[in-house]
């Protein structure tokens, strides 16, 4: 559907922010803010991100 445009290493560092910030949700402030945390765990999980796409930007390395 979309083409991969984040790094490995990327895509582990956006899953482990958006959980530690979805985890704020039940720990920590107590605050609502923490769903944000849906957004980096989601660009993780589909491997592409909507506003590198709008922008042109790609971080995986070049294959060949």
Do not use: D, Q
């Not at 979309?2 to 582990?12: C, D, G, K, L, T």
């Not at 039940?26 to 993780?44: K, R």
């Amino acid at each position: 559907m979309f083409s991969v445009n984040i790094h490995p290493a990327e895509r582990a560092l956006r899953a482990i922010v958006g959980l530690v910030a979805l985890s704020l949700v039940e720990w920590g402030p107590e605050s609502t803010w923490g769903f944000l945390g849906l957004i980096p765990l989601a660009t993780a999980v589909a491997n592409w991100c909507p506003l590198y796409a709008l922008l042109g930007i790609s971080t995986c390395p070049k294959k060949g």
